[in-house]
């Protein structure tokens, strides 16, 4: 679905540092992979030269065997923050995204409620955002991504901005969603649990220039219990490449 090969990205106002170097990477159609590091690794540089927001400075991306030259082409966002139109309700945020890609309003309608069922909110179709919770809002914002029916869904930190009760929600919410509508996903985090809740497979990032320095498949059936030795070994081994001195 992903093909990487020695990706690298030097912004022109950062000294020719690189912030990401030579990076390899392949990911499989319907898998959940977690890139998670320290700020400034280049979790989310990476994350948006797969969706087409920037230009990689060296090395080749594709999606599906084709050459990522810009954002849509089967990629779907979700952000930290769910930036939903807020002079929209949230049915009208999520057809908005179906109407985008050539739907008739009736049907992006339909959709739009369809998906809103789907992620709990079937009740909130009239709400504006400021009337929802944060937690809310990202929902809305997963299904106006699903409206646009992506094969890969990425994703930068969408719960970071949430307490902890509902980010662990959340993450289970989420978890659902994808087993109803598998899509590839990439998932950006600084949390270590969240990425031992969700991944298929982890990807700890170090900077810089952004480097794998750990990568670690979790074959684990969900959903996952935090006190499970499997997953309490890897929150270690993955604190020890984070804050050990191996990055």
């Not at 049907?107 to 709990?120: M, N, R, S, T, Y």
């Amino acid at each position: 679905m992903i093909e990487i090969s020695k990706l690298s990205k030097v912004f022109a106002n950062d000294s020719g540092a690189p912030v990401l170097g030579e990076v390899d990477l392949s990911i499989a159609p319907n898998e959940f992979v977690v890139l998670l590091g320290r700020s400034g690794c280049g979790k989310t540089t990476l994350l948006n030269l797969i969706a087409g927001l920037e230009t990689p400075s060296g090395g080749e991306l594709r999606v599906n065997g084709k050459k990522v030259t810009g954002p849509g082409a089967g990629k779907g966002m979700v952000f930290q923050q769910g930036a939903l139109f807020p002079w929209l309700t949230a049915k009208a945020n999520i057809a908005f995204a179906a109407i985008n890609r050539g739907m008739k309003k009736d049907a992006a309608d339909a959709l739009a409620l369809e998906l809103l069922a789907l992620v709990g909110l079937a009740a909130a179709a009239d709400k504006y955002p400021f009337e929802l919770s944060g937690g809310m809002q990202q929902r809305v914002a997963i299904a106006r991504a699903l409206a646009l029916d992506p094969e890969i869904l990425l994703m930068d930190e969408p719960f970071g901005a949430l307490d902890e009760i509902t980010r662990n929600e959340m993450q289970d919410e989420l978890l659902r969603v994808w087993a109803q509508r598998r899509k590839t996903v990439v998932f950006v985090t600084h949390s270590i649990w969240e990425d031992l809740i969700l991944a298929d497979r982890v990807l700890v990032m170090a900077p810089r220039p952004g480097r794998f320095v750990l990568e670690r498949r979790i074959d684990l059936p969900r959903p996952r219990r935090r006190s499970d030795p499997t997953l309490v070994a890897l929150y270690d081994e993955i604190w020890s490449h984070l804050h050990g001195g191996q990055v």
